[in-house]
């Protein structure tokens, strides 16, 4: 199909005093053309129109969460250009991926033409961003470094080695494979690092039980290292370890060095290390999230949180269900899903198979890496709910909208079709993971997500889902369904993990839960004191995808903040917590993909605060180092292949 950018979509936010500011669009012709007759501008913009807007100079035809149709007030009037004004937003734009992100006309007879969009802008823009934190602190120390990525804790050298080792002889057939084979694939190291058959030094590994699991303990000298290690995963992190050493020490610019005679033990701080991926909002492939597995491995991260089900895609495959992927995987005009989140016209979308999800376990397996599907329910069910239309109620009216401006996502209690639906997905998602840990979601259910609906109004009442005033309370509901699932989840034999929310409206059990803080650090305490084990995601930390500065030309969003790769470092996530300590369980960074249009994008906002969030999980908070890891930023992965 030939792809022509006759149009170009400029857009402008203009500071007018009033709440959330006005967007100017201007639709232009690259060169002397006309735009056609009776068209409609179709675009994709996390700032939304809301609904009933008066707009200037254009007409508002309809939206459905960020897709947006408007058409110029007169028809057709042989112009090369038209202009129209939003003077009122969703939200107020403060950074350059807040504007238009796709746009197409669509014509009378239903066919579209692409439009190129320029980048958003603003008076408030001071020009490109620097990511100054990491500029300024590299220097170079007077010491040899030791090149690892997260930095050991516990390390004595007592000599430097003069010769760097190529190979290092190590007798396990199967360790040497495994690790020369993330090394190759993560491109650092063409060349066998370790060979069953010879080399310079000798690597024995040896389990020592006083060593905690994931813990390993080098002892180097000129003739050999002994690997010493709590369990498999030891093991495994010793070796990388080995082989971050000797490939940093072969990085000339820096004063990286091996050493010759030296102990060098670790291990983890939090025994939950993880990275969550939004795989729904934008497609990746499998080999994507393979490779990416890979890079969680060599940050000794040890849990992927696989968001495979949202509002804007549904990506696992259901046997039950085959039109959830059909459908529900789709975005494109004229589709049940509309576009979204930069995508166009054309058909946008993917899933994962049976076969893709069990070629990805066998690979987190390989890295010591647990997978935590997550089947995101009551709310941000948009997808699922185009697919299947047993799940909707005919004769609901709009409920309150999500925060992300979806009517009517969530799944409805008052239909037996969702039970049936909720029981068979996640039957056949615990049995087809076979990990021990499930996420069930549980965010964003908007306050009054089913008021629209009798049915669920009346499912409620009959339950006693009520507020003291006997109106329905969405958050008791929402409760209620978690039980339901966690009933069969824990049938499974599964652990149910959930979002904060899921302790909301008599909430989840404590004693059977994990709940990710997420909304603010603060969360986590608090959570923690309803009983619950914590998982650490604030977003002013941990979100990968909150801008890195307040500048406008740095992408992502700031709902939380912004944070730069200094500050996701520096923040210290057990500040909140007292005698609750013990509940908190680990640490996650969560990459939600909104933004994330382009690989060029996600490598900026992933690189290298994921690598500072591992550093985080493996080091204790008195001996973090900010000079020290930025003299390491060079060794650090920057670029998701995939
Ligand atoms: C909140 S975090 C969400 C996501 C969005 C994210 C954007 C959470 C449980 N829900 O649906 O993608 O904010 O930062």
Same mark, same amino acid.
């Given at each position: ?19 959330? *500011? ?29 609904? *009933? ?22 028809? @057709? ?32 007879? !239903? ?12 008076? @408030?823009?001071?020009?490109?961003? $620097? ?10 120390? /007077? ?5 690892? $990525? ?29 690790? @020369?084979? +993330? ?144 459908? #529900?995987?789709?975005? *494109?005009?004229?589709?049940?899903? +509309? ?37 995101? %329910? ?7 709910? &185009? ?11 709009? *409920?309150? =909208?999500?925060?992300?401006?979806? %009517? ?66 969405? &958050?008791?509901?929402? =409760? ?17 993990? #959930? ?24 969360? !986590?305490?608090?959570?923690? /004191? ?6 650490? =995601? ?7 995808? &909150? ?16 944070? !730069? ?10 500040? !909140? ?11 996650? #960074? ?45 060794? &650090? ?6």
């Amino acid at each position: 199909m030939m792809v022509q950018f006759d149009w170009e979509l400029h857009s402008r936010w203009q500071d007018d005093g009033s709440e959330t *500011g006005k967007i100017h669009l201007s639709l232009r012709a690259t060169d002397q053309k006309l735009l056609p007759e009776y068209f409609k501008l179709a675009y994709t913009a996390i700032t939304r129109i809301p609904h *009933g807007t008066c707009l200037e100079n254009a007409e508002f035809v309809r939206r459905v969460a960020n897709y947006h149709e408007l058409k110029p007030l007169f028809g @057709n009037r042989k112009t090369r250009s038209w202009d129209c004004v939003i003077p009122q937003l969703s939200h107020k734009p403060n950074h350059v991926t807040d504007g238009p992100k796709s746009a197409f006309l669509i014509l009378p007879d !239903g066919s579209t033409q692409y439009v190129t969009c320029a980048p958003f802008q603003s008076e @408030n823009d001071k020009g490109p961003g $620097v990511k100054k934190d990491v500029v300024i602190s590299q220097q170079v120390s /007077a010491e040899p470094l030791l090149g690892l $990525v997260p930095m050991a804790h516990d390390i004595c050298i007592e000599e430097w080695a003069h010769n760097i080792p190529e190979t290092f002889h190590l007798e396990n057939e199967k360790l040497c494979y495994k690790l @020369n084979g +993330l090394l190759q694939r993560l491109s650092l190291d063409p060349a066998p690092v370790f060979d069953a058959n010879g080399g310079d030094i000798r690597v024995l590994v040896s389990q020592d039980k006083k060593l905690a699991s994931e813990a390993y303990r080098l002892q180097i000298s000129p003739q050999s290292i002994i690997v010493n290690h709590g369990d498999e995963a030891g093991c495994f992190y010793g070796l990388i370890a080995i082989a971050q050493m000797l490939l940093a020490s072969k990085c000339t610019t820096e004063n990286f060095a091996f050493p010759d005679r030296a102990i060098v033990a670790d291990k983890p701080v939090h025994s939950w290390r993880g990275m969550h991926l939004d795989v729904s909002r934008q497609v990746y492939t499998r080999q994507a999230v393979l490779d990416f597995l890979d890079i969680l491995a060599w940050h000794k991260l040890n849990r992927f949180h696989w968001h495979l089900t949202d509002d804007e895609g549904w990506r696992l495959q259901s046997l039950a269900y085959p039109r959830l992927t059909g459908i #529900g995987a789709f975005r *494109g005009h004229g589709l049940s899903l +509309l576009p979204q989140h930069g995508s166009g016209a054309e058909p946008y979308g993917g899933f994962f198979s049976i076969n893709d999800v069990k070629a990805i376990l066998a690979h987190a397996r390989e890295l010591h890496i647990e997978i935590i599907p997550e089947i995101d %329910v009551p709310g941000h069910c948009h997808a699922a709910l &185009m697919a299947i239309p047993e799940l909707l109620d005919p004769g609901a009216m709009a *409920g309150g =909208a999500s925060v992300q401006g979806y %009517v009517n996502n969530a799944l409805n209690p008052g239909l037996m079709a969702t039970w049936t639906f909720l029981e068979t997905i996640f039957g056949e998602v615990a049995d087809l993971f076979p990990g021990p840990f499930v996420h069930i979601g549980g965010d964003e259910v908007a306050h009054g997500a089913w008021d629209g609906s009798r049915a669920a109004m009346s499912w409620a009442r009959a339950k006693g889902l009520v507020k003291a005033d006997g109106t329905a309370d969405a &958050m008791k509901m929402q =409760a209620a369904i978690l039980r339901f699932v966690q009933a069969r989840l824990t049938d499974a034999g599964k652990i149910t993990l #959930g979002w904060e929310e899921a302790s909301k409206g008599g909430g989840l059990d404590p004693d059977k839960t994990i709940l990710m803080a997420w909304m603010n650090a603060q969360s !986590g305490p608090e959570l923690a /004191a309803l009983g619950y084990q914590v998982i650490m =995601a604030p977003g002013e930390a941990y979100y990968l995808d &909150m801008a890195q500065s307040e500048d406008w030309q740095e992408p992502g969003l700031s709902w939380a903040g912004t944070s !730069g790769p200094a500050q996701t470092y520096h923040f210290d996530p057990l500040a !909140g917590f007292k005698e609750s300590r013990n509940k908190i369980i680990g640490l996650q #960074g969560c990459i939600w993909s909104e933004n994330l249009v382009s690989r060029s994008l996600f490598n900026h906002m992933v690189f290298p605060r994921l690598s500072a969030i591992a550093e985080n999980a493996w080091r204790p908070g008195d001996q973090k180092s900010w000079d020290s890891f930025a003299a390491r930023l060079k060794l &650090m992965p920057q670029a998701l292949k995939g």
